[in-house]
């Protein structure tokens, strides 16, 4: 089992939807959790922390459920800049802030 | 502002022709991470200096070494590159003083093997 799982997508949405990314981490003693954007060809680049009590920046919420191990982007307003793949990522318990990244979900926005 | 600074972009090699990639930052953080990506797959973590203190990952292979002459330089060097080391290379720092902290990643080096 990967440690950290992603829906690969593509998700394809018009401009004005609202998508929602899912995310599960196998390591119950990850401590802290984001989510990263990653443009075609490009670095990853921090999209936003993931609180426990969830969080909100603009039209992007993330949510954290430590029972179920599990972590959500929700966008809303779709726009063509959000076209991107979006990682979700784990420390892992012990380390260096070392980080677990997942594989990504695709997002493309059709006008 | 650069702040994770990689070099070159882009490389070119030869199969078993050893080549250096090479990562400086301005932002003084005592923790700097190689990455290697391949196509539609996650970062893979290589290995991290902490300060100067190497840190392996236990499936990271032995034709990957690293170097950290200083807090702003790291290198990567790949002895004998085969081609399946053809990936992009992502170099990353980040603070730490037992919290756990964004990274930033430099723009990456893409590698061709040919």
């Known amino acids: 089992r990967k440690e950290v799982e992603q829906d690969p997508g593509p998700f394809n949405v018009p401009e004005g939807a609202t998508v929602a990314f899912n995310c599960t981490y196998s390591n119950s003693a990850s401590q802290s959790f984001f989510w990263y954007r990653q443009d075609c060809r490009k670095e990853p680049k921090l999209l936003m922390s993931?609180?426990?009590s969830g969080n909100e920046d603009g039209r992007f919420t993330a949510q954290l459920n430590r029972a179920s191990q599990y972590i959500s982007l929700l966008i809303r307003d779709s726009k063509l800049s959000d076209s991107a793949t979006y990682l979700c990522v784990v420390n892992k318990a012990g380390g260096y802030n070392k980080l677990i990244f997942g594989a990504g979900t695709r997002l493309a926005v059709h006008p | 502002d650069a702040m994770v600074i990689q070099n070159p972009r882009y490389q070119v090699t030869q199969f078993g022709k050893p080549v250096t990639l090479s990562c400086s930052q301005t932002l003084n953080h005592n923790v700097m991470y190689w990455y290697q990506q391949k196509s539609s797959q996650a970062p893979k973590l290589l290995f991290h200096?902490?300060?100067?203190?190497?840190?392996n990952e236990a499936d990271t292979p032995d034709n990957f070494q690293s170097r950290r002459p200083n807090t702003s330089f790291c290198f990567l060097d790949i002895r004998s590159p085969g081609l399946g080391d053809a990936a992009m290379y992502l170099c990353?720092?980040?603070?730490?003083?037992?919290?756990?902290?964004?990274?930033?990643f430099g723009p990456g080096t893409r590698l061709t093997v040919l």
């Open positions: 990353a720092t980040s603070r730490e003083d037992g919290s756990v902290y964004e990274q930033f």
């Open positions: 993931v609180y426990s």
């Open positions: 200096y902490y300060d100067k203190d190497f840190n």
